[in-house]
């Protein structure tokens, strides 16, 4: 397989990315694209150019600094390059799965395919405006958070996917979504992705993010709306696999209607820079239930921030969330998880836990569970933890004959295995527990 992909916009390179990213929106602003669009990148963008990019001075990027990510200039909207690509890099073990790839965020047709799912919509971003889902959902949702990197996102996406899910479709295998950093310069790339799940469709969709050999310092802001219709099912991983050259701001919203399920199970391991994670979930109707869990295992000096919000809109709604960091050497895990039950919410069940091991004297957490509840029939608790590396457990298997790398492994596996049992694909659980030894292994 050889060949390039190219975007509908040159490559621009200025003196900054602020500049950059001014230079690009009036590029977008010639195209053809219809009046909708057009005007949705024009608010977006006002947005954006008024709000800047965030810093530690606004309270949710407190502990999380992109300054030295967005101080430099980046190739954006290069060629890329899809000869020779080695996937191999994502394979999952014992996993039966379509596959779809993305490629810096394009959308690689000659290696995906979903032909056997009969009704199943996969098409890229740009080809789907005249989809009525599309019409109907995008930018409706995440646009609604103030969110400055989504208006960034929305005023200047060139990439992306749309995945449809048919009327009482169960999909017969899992979905994985390969996300592919690749290129000999540094490069900015802005995909923009939109699930829809139509009432009563079932799917699992695995995304896995990984960076091909001597790839240049890349930095990504990917937003992804995903919308359960009446009674919808989704299982959703986020598998982060990237190398230490990749740099990651991902926002995920999710918009639930009523006996709608959303279960994601989002895991950052050992290579990638920096990530920042902010998935929230919308609960807005009755019967709706979601939950959200996270295992962390970071070293060097990786950053990873989660930063969630769980949503009761609703009554008679039910979440559940469990975040398990293990920050090793001088990494940073940072976990802001907020749940909101607005007034009409009655006869909500919310949980939140987040627990976590440190193992190092320079390793470092900062987290924040938050409950904010306006209803009074409900039942709704958080908690925390915070702890080193339990010496006396690690010197009690050793005096009993186990060595000390198969006990910190076997130490660590007990303390992610309360997320790590609720995964709902076995193959993904294996894969993510053998991580995990090798993530500490190293």
Known sequence: MSGLIT?????????????????????????????????????????????GFPTVKHEDWKYTNIHHLVNKTYVLNAEVDIANLDLSKADIPGLDAHR?????????????????????????????????????????????????MVALNTALYTSGIYL??????????????VHIATG?????????????????????????????????????????????????????????????????????????????????????FPGVAFVRND?????????VESHLYGVNLLADKQLV??????????????SYEWYKNIPQDEATAVFNGKIFVREDAQKTNAFQQNNNMLIGDKSAVYTKPQLEIFADD???SHGCTMGQFDEDALFYLRARGIGEESARVLLVHAFAFDVTSRFSNDAVRAYVEDLVAKGLEE
């Open 184 to 268: 000999d310069q540094e490069f900015f790339a802005q995909t923009r992705n939109l699930y829809i799940l139509e009432a009563n469709a079932e799917a699992e969709i695995i995304e896995s993010f990984i960076t091909l050999d001597n790839t240049a310092s890349n930095l990504h802001n990917k937003v992804t709306e995903i919308v359960l219709d009446e009674n919808a099912k989704l299982q959703h991983y986020y598998l982060q696999l990237a190398s230490d050259t990749g740099s990651y701001i991902n926002h995920t919203e999710v918009y639930q209607t009523k006996h709608s399920l959303y279960n994601n199970y989002n895991c950052n």
């Open 164 to 177: 449809s899910v048919p009327k009482n479709k169960v999909v017969s295998k899992p979905i994985q979504i």
């Open 305 to 318: 921030d989660n930063h969630t919000i769980v949503d009761h809109m609703k009554p008679h709604c039910e």
């Open 378 to 380: 409900v039942k709704c």
């Open 7 to 51: 975007n509908n916009m040159s490559t621009i390179v200025a003196s900054s990315l602020f500049q950059q990213l001014t230079s690009a929106y009036q590029e977008v602003e010639t195209t053809n694209e219809s009046s909708l669009l057009k005007s949705l990148r024009q608010g977006a963008y006002a947005h954006f150019e008024q709000a």
């Open 100 to 148: 779809i790839v993305l490629v810096n965020g394009q959308y690689v047709l000659a290696f995906s395919s979903l032909d056997d799912e009969v009704g199943v919509v996969v098409k890229s971003i740009q080809e789907a405006v005249e989809e009525i889902h599309f019409q109907k959902h995008f930018a409706q949702h995440a646009d609604k958070t103030g969110s400055a």
């Open 279 to 287: 998935i929230n979930v919308r609960l807005d109707a009755e019967n």
